[in-house]
């Protein structure tokens, strides 16, 4: 009787369907690990008559990628236990297309089984099916020509999830920059676990990459919670590892649109914590590289949040003792906003007089300083400026005010630029106020050399000065006793 009360009681909802109604949420995250452990157990103690190698190929038997310390191979069940039911499955080449896909399940269940590798010498059977079976996966991830459903996704992240989520070993890198130790000389550390870790990366890769992976679907399992983890893993010692992550993590960007933002938000919180906090992090110049492609890819007119972000996170990273290890990556970023937030000539060309004259005092004023630039691409950007009939008829209704600010800069390019392609520019741009406003110019000139008199005024009486101070200098030290006298050195 008590059997047939029991039986009316109404059954707990199965966790995966919970999974598919809630997409990747809280109540997928939070599962318990003692619950995986038994079902992995199970499917290992060979309980499910469905599976020709006992391995339970229904939707929970995996570990989810919520679950923070993965199962390892003698954590919860007996290693002998293990060793005899971790067994080869059979080659999709030997099943009919209809029980493909129940095979693939399997094969991701299979590999959901983390193997410690600090032993070389155990259980090298098991991690060579292991391997095995991986590569197959990834044939099978590349050639597949169908979409890829829930369930799969689902089994394929867990799969992911328990591979590749794991605590990071570092080497200790306490004072090392402080010390002058150069951390590019010291050897990386190599994770011993490669050979699995390298195909379940290229495997991750395929997966992302293949036209039969709906996006729509997949961001329920490619989840926030798991782009934080991959971005964590980028403090990996590995530097295969690192390339890898770099690449995967690009091709979700690419990949699932509505995760942008928020990878763009992860990867500035680890450069915020790397420079106002530890200054330590193994993967500063790989994220870099992803932040100068994404850079490449802003639209024009800049969005204040890629603003604050040049300012807030870009300029920042120059502060380290270690900006040697990822410079390169970082003036890249920095000279694609510069490209992008420069283009001055598009802007002015779309610019009538009256918003003109709000800024071209300020605006002048620094193109004064490129113009004086040593640099001969700076100071010839700025004098194309005249090349355009535009901005120059902006400038000659305007020259009251413009000349007389870029008036010296003229002049000393004309006499004293290295380059003899700037010296032709600005003789050209001085000869075309010179036409326009002859007067003007004249007024400018007679201004510009009475500075430069002054200038010069103001210089020689420094001279002087110096020179007294060290003739007085002289006489003391001819007076004053022992070999060290006293020195006066000059302030250039």
Request: include cysteine; hydrophobic fraction near 35%; charge should be neutral.
């Amino acid at each position: 009787m008590f059997k047939q009360i029991l039986n009316r009681l109404p059954k707990k909802p199965h966790k995966s369907s919970e999974n598919r109604d809630g997409g990747s949420s809280g109540s997928s995250s939070i599962a318990s690990t003692s619950s995986r452990s038994s079902d992995i157990a199970s499917s290992w103690a060979g309980k499910n008559a469905t599976s020709p190698h006992g391995l339970n190929s229904s939707s929970d038997s995996g570990l989810n990628h919520g679950n923070k310390n993965p199962l390892k191979l003698d954590s919860k069940v007996s290693e002998a236990q293990m060793v005899l039911q971790y067994e080869a499955l059979p080659s999709f080449r030997d099943v009919s297309n209809s029980e493909k896909q129940n095979l693939f399940i399997k094969k991701v269940n299979l590999c959901c089984v983390v193997f410690d590798f600090t032993d070389p010498t155990k259980h090298l059977k098991e991690k060579d099916i292991k391997r095995q079976t991986l590569v197959e996966l990834v044939d099978y991830v590349t050639s597949a020509n169908g979409k890829f459903s829930e369930t799969v996704i689902q089994e394929i992240v867990k799969m992911i999830s328990a591979n590749l989520f794991r605590p990071l070993t570092t080497q200790s890198r306490e004072n090392k920059v402080v010390d002058g130790f150069d951390l590019e000389e010291d050897e990386p550390m190599m994770d011993p676990s490669w050979p699995h870790l390298q195909i379940v990366y290229e495997f991750l890769l395929r997966f992302v990459a293949s036209p039969e992976t709906d996006a729509k679907l997949a961001k329920r399992y490619i989840d926030h919670s798991f782009v934080t983890r991959l971005l964590d893993l980028f403090d990996s010692e590995d530097p295969r590892e690192r390339e890898y992550l770099k690449t995967v993590l690009h091709r979700i960007y690419g990949k699932f649109m509505v995760h942008r933002p928020f990878i763009r938000k992860g990867i500035n919180n680890i450069f915020f914590r790397f420079v106002f906090e530890t200054e330590k992090h193994n993967g500063i110049a790989e994220l870099l590289e992803i932040m100068g492609s994404i850079i490449n890819g802003f639209a024009l007119p800049l969005k204040e949040e890629h603003k604050l972000f040049l300012v807030r996170a870009l300029i920042p990273l120059h502060k380290p003792k270690c900006i040697p290890m990822y410079h390169q990556q970082l003036s890249y970023c920095i000279t694609q906003f510069v490209e992008k937030d420069c283009e001055l000539e598009e802007v002015l060309e779309a610019t009538q007089a009256p918003e003109f004259q709000r800024c071209m005092v300020r605006l002048f004023r620094r193109i004064a300083h490129c113009i004086s630039s040593s640099h001969f691409q700076v100071a010839e950007r700025a004098l194309f400026l005249w090349n355009n009939d535009h901005i120059e008829n902006l400038i000659k209704q305007n020259r009251k005010v413009i000349l007389p600010i870029i008036f010296p800069a003229l002049e000393r390019n004309s006499k004293n630029h290295w380059s003899q392609a700037v010296q032709s520019l600005t003789l050209n741009v001085r000869k075309i106020f010179l036409d326009t406003d002859p007067e003007l110019f004249e007024e400018c000139l007679i201004k510009f050399q009475e500075e430069e008199a002054r200038e010069q005024e103001t210089k020689m009486k420094h001279e002087l000065i110096w020179k007294r101070l060290e003739d007085m200098a002289a006489i003391e030290s001819s007076k004053s006793e022992g070999p060290e006298g006293i020195h006066v050195h000059r302030l250039t």
